[in-house]
């Protein structure tokens, strides 16, 4: 009897452990498989995303984000159905129409291109949560709290400067070939509106110029709208009239790279060459290259990490580019001189917004407050000057520079 019991129990405990060995079994096989099942739901192949442009194509910003979006999603193995595009979306409730199919067809990121959608697409990423809403040039994700809303731009300043670098020994070239005089030598520069982004980036062109032509000055002149080929073509021209030596622009038509051909001053473009069309004119162009970017955010719903509320991209990130210099037009060294530049901003030695290089009325500044948390007053709320510098870009993505410098008069104003 008593072995009998001895028995029993062996066999319990045998029992036992064979049971709780299966169960580990099965515990290990139903992770392989929910495993096995999140990565096929994360796999780039069964990702959509969708993207809202102010323009097509014919808009070199738009292209500039187009190619991006086509670069980016080829270079992650999203396929071709799976990116939707919608192009010619004004900065209107057709952005939150968009963005709502764009939903309805499957997308789980949506990118948006413009800086008049942000109301709509934080509309939007209130209404669906569940999907990831991506706004490059917005202000408010930092202070929206919404985590499926963010805001994305790059250095862009930098790029400008490096362009500016080049606009100045252009210049400096024509001085020393006798078509002006060293007091004579102003630029011209066609902008968009009197947004922090505009201001920023002629300031940026202009403190580049002005790092090799220490006597440049600069007028600029806006037609409130990002694309008007025919408004930007005008602006050029009445800079033209008004003596301007050469002409850089922050607007996205082909208007005042072919005004300046027509005349044949030299020009620096934006987000792209325009070489081909303005073969004896232009110099350079900066652009943002916004695949790294597209690449971060979509990797990052692949994989369920979370999206910077801020991202902004650099020289180092690959983000901030400057388009190959046409030698036939630039000044003999200014590869050498662009080239020692970005090795100096690269390096921390160069601040483009360095205050002991601009003066605002005569003054040099030490501290500004900026509006970095947006609000219809534009309510400065953030110091924004140390180290003697002015640390855009820092505090959020989107630019706030908005100093208006000594040496670059505005002819009008535009909003």
Known sequence: MKLTKKFLALLLSVLFVISCFAGCSSSTDTTEESTDASAETTAASDIKVGFIFLHDENSTNDNNFITAANEACEALGIPDENKIYKTNTAENEECLEAAEDLVDQGCTIIFADSFGYEDYIIQAAQEYPDVQFCHSTGTKAHTEGLDNYHNAFASIY???YLAGVAAGMKLNEMIENGEFTEDEAKMGYVGAYTYAEVISGYT???????????????????????????AEKEAANKLIA?????????????????????????NVSCNGSTESACVNTYIVSSRINWAPYFEYAIQCVIDGEAIDAD???????DSVLLTDLNEA?????????????????????????????????????????????????????????SDGYFHESEMRSAPYFDLRVDGITLLDESY
Request: charged residues 20%.
């Open 158 to 160: 930098e790029g400008r």
């Open 204 to 230: 940026s062109f202009y403190l580049g110029a002005r790092s090799v032509c220490p006597s440049v000055t600069m007028e600029v002149t806006f037609t409130g709208s990002w694309y008007d080929e025919t």
């Open 242 to 266: 008004n003596d301007c030596k050469l002409i850089s622009q922050h607007a996205d038509s082909m208007g005042a790279p072919t005004a300046c051909e027509n005349a044949g001053v030299p």
């Open 311 to 317: 991202w902004t991209g650099t020289i180092a990130t």
């Open 329 to 385: 037009v630039a000044a003999e060294g200014t590869q050498d001189a662009i080239d020692e530049a970005m090795a100096k901003l690269e390096s921390g030695e160069l601040n483009v917004f360095d205050t002991s290089t601009f003066t605002v009325d005569g003054e040099t500044f030490n501290s500004y407050m900026a509006d970095v948390d947006t609000d219809a007053d534009y309510t400065a709320d953030t110091e924004v000057i």
